[in-house]
């Protein structure tokens, strides 16, 4: 059973801070991989997503990696803001259009 | 924005009662799913629905039944709620084709927060 994991639970960083955000899964036999955005009381919203043969993917100051073989994702936030204050979900699927794993979530908190 | 609306976005209701949660898309995607999020668990897939009146069951699919019979409708049916299913319900779709949409990238309503009491 394929299991997502994502640590530390919680972050606080100073704004302009660059992070990096962990996600691990036990089957590196995923078909992709996403990132999400979720605020409090709100809905999910697409970041990127990483197909299994692709190694990263950018969009602006965001950039997710992708080591299939070490069961790893990373999100890179560069030069944080208030306003990515957020918890980041990242969720695998082993097929096209499949259910969705997700990892417990980060909260991010960038202090002004 | 993908179009998607979940209604009612609050419900409360009591233990025994059964609920239906509607997922209503503008456009014709073809995959739609149900999760919900509860503390601790993250986000969990109910039920999904790969076309009209095509349906499988998830992982946390005990409790709850599904229907569309329509493309732009996938409701989620509650046949006697119970305490342990109070959470909040997100709706998803998605499109292997793309469209309007990234192609494999799965797109949340609002979500549906439910209280049983």
């Known amino acids: 059973k394929q299991e997502v994991t994502q640590i530390p639970a919680a972050l606080s960083v100073p704004e302009g801070e660059n992070l990096v955000l962990n996600c691990s899964f036990t089957d590196s036999a995923i078909y992709n991989l996403q990132w999400f955005r979720q605020d409090p009381g709100k809905g999910l919203t697409s970041l990127l997503l990483?197909?299994?043969?692709?190694r990263e993917q950018t969009s602006g100051r965001l950039n997710a990696s992708l080591d299939k073989s070490s069961g790893r994702s990373t999100l890179y936030i560069a030069a944080s803001q208030p306003g990515d204050s957020a918890t980041y979900l990242c969720a695998v699927t082993g097929g096209a259009n499949s259910k969705l794993t997700f990892g417990k979530g980060i909260t991010l908190s960038v202090r002004p | 924005d993908a179009g998607i609306t979940q209604s009612p976005r609050h419900k409360v209701t009591e233990t025994g009662t059964p609920v239906t949660l509607r997922c209503h898309q503008t456009?014709?995607?073809?995959?739609m799913y149900w999760y919900r999020q509860d503390p601790g668990h993250g986000l969990r897939l109910i039920h999904y629905?790969?076309?009209?009146?095509?349906?499988d069951k998830g992982e946390v699919s005990d409790g709850y039944s599904v229907s569309r019979s329509k493309t732009e409708d996938f409701l989620l049916t509650l046949e006697s709620a119970t305490s342990s299913q109070t959470s909040v319900y997100f709706c998803?779709?998605?499109?292997?084709?793309?469209?309007?949409?990234?192609?494999?990238?799965?797109?949340f309503g609002p979500g549906t927060r439910l209280t049983v009491l």
């Open positions: 998803a779709i998605s499109d292997p084709f793309g469209g309007t949409l990234s192609t494999d990238t799965q797109y």
């Open positions: 990483i197909q299994s043969s692709q």
């Open positions: 629905s790969y076309g009209v009146k095509d349906t």
């Open positions: 456009e014709n995607h073809r995959y």
